[in-house]
């Protein structure tokens, strides 16, 4: 175990390093890495990389070709480590808005795109980390994280990879936007989307309608059905966002498609919900149409199981001698990359980031103040587990 005075070094240290961690985040934050603008993404790890190598870790620099590069790093020590989640893509494309990719304090509060979600997550991993390095504990404890390039848009490329490095780690920690008085993410929604095209008959609408077989209506029947599977009760969700179909007002119309979002609590939810609506499909299908399904990205839910609530009270304890809150937050349908490594059997708590409000919204951000007591909490949580 860490002694008493190397965790007070760590901690000595960290209170001094308010200003390093706001330049830090300023220059981050400065620079856009909406998750297609690959260039912007890659200067973001250009940017972390020489922050993580510089603690000792090993960094490796995973190359994407579709998106920005993830980062995958790790201390020396031996044995099943604790495993930091990171993501440097935000959901902000350059010039977003009027104050896109500016940053602006005011007072205690700091604006700018992605500084909640999730680069003052980024900043407290790192500023945390490199406390318990000047405290020459860090090489001590088995730790290991990425931060990867593709969270925004539901992490297809670093899911495999996320799932394949935090295999076997003790614990996961999300560094997700930080909630209102400090709550630890313990339960997330699962979500999916898939895409429902139907196929039917052109025909004139005046001169021989009877030979059409319209694509449309077979699909405003399966969306009528499939919007009928939302189960509020059960946190389930079907929503159609898109719809779209025809070719001119008089012509049946041979083709329509929709986009269907999904949400639900357990995997076996999830795997239901598909089954239904491949039923439907069939079902809402009128004679001469077909209605096909194609599965888009998913993410499972973060499911709270003892192990997880066990790692979340004792982050808690960890933030309240922090002088942060504790307890759980409230179910939410949103999904993070702490879901997949939950997934592979790892306890796994989100939200530990900067303390702010309004994130995927211009009016994104974050009080400074939580910098330091949120990267004091990982510290404490980490030396516990010094050998
Ligand atoms: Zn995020």
């Known amino acids: 175990l860490g002694s008493a005075q190397e965790l007070d070094a760590a901690l000595a240290w960290i209170a001094s390093q308010r200003p390093a961690m706001e330049q830090l985040l300023a220059a981050v934050v400065r620079q856009n890495s909406f998750t297609a603008n690959r260039d912007g993404v890659n200067a973001v790890a250009d940017a972390l ?31 099943p480590p604790v495993f930091l989640i990171g993501h440097s893509d935000t959901v902000f494309p350059p010039g977003a808005y009027p104050d896109a990719d500016a ?45 990867v390039a593709d969270e925004e848009v539901g992490s297809p490329e670093s899911q495999p990879l996320l799932r394949e490095r935090a295999r076997g ?35 004139h609408a005046g001169v021989e309608p009877e030979k059409g077989r319209s694509a449309i209506w077979a699909l405003a029947r399966f969306v009528d059905q499939a919007q009928r599977l939302s189960a509020p009760e059960r946190g389930l969700s079907v929503t159609v966002g898109t719809f779209t179909g025809g070719t001119s007002k008089n012509t049946v119309p041979d083709r329509a ?77 949103g999904g993070s990359d702490a879901a997949t490594t939950a997934a592979v ?36 949580f980490l030396a516990a587990r010094a050998t």
């Not at 973060?302 to 809150?325: D, F, H, M, N, W």
């Not at 306890?347 to 919204?361: E, M, V, Y």
């Open 49 to 79: 990389q020489p922050e993580l190598a510089r603690l000792g870790l090993s960094v490796e620099r995973i190359h994407s070709e579709r998106f920005g590069d993830h980062l995958h790093f790790a201390s020396g020590a031996a044995g």
């Open 103 to 147: 940053w602006r304090v005011d007072g205690d509060v700091a604006h700018g795109p992605g500084c909640l979600d999730m680069k003052g997550g980024l900043v407290i991993a790192i500023f945390g980390m490199a406390a318990l390095r000047h405290a020459g504990l860090l090489e001590r404890i088995a730790v290991r994280g990425m931060f």
């Open 169 to 203: 780690a003790v614990c996961a920690l999300g560094f997700e936007s930080g909630r209102a008085g400090d709550l630890i993410v313990t339960r997330r929604k699962g979500t999916a989307s898939l895409v429902a095209s139907a196929s039917g008959v052109a025909a």
């Open 257 to 333: 498609r929709c986009e269907v979002d999904l949400r639900y609590l357990t995997p076996e939810d999830g795997a239901a919900l598909f089954g239904e609506l491949e039923r439907i499909a069939v079902e809402a299908a009128l004679e001469g149409t077909r209605i096909t399904l194609e599965r888009g990205s998913s993410r499972p839910p973060l499911v709270r199981t003892g192990a997880s609530a066990a790692i979340a009270a004792e982050y808690g304890a960890c933030q309240r001698a922090a002088g942060l809150g504790d307890g759980e937050a409230p179910l939410t349908g």
């Open 345 to 380: 059997g790892v306890p796994s708590i989100d939200g530990l980031g900067a303390r702010g409000i309004g994130f995927h919204t211009p009016n994104e951000q974050i009080e400074l103040s939580s910098l330091v007591p949120k990267a004091e909490a990982l510290i404490r």
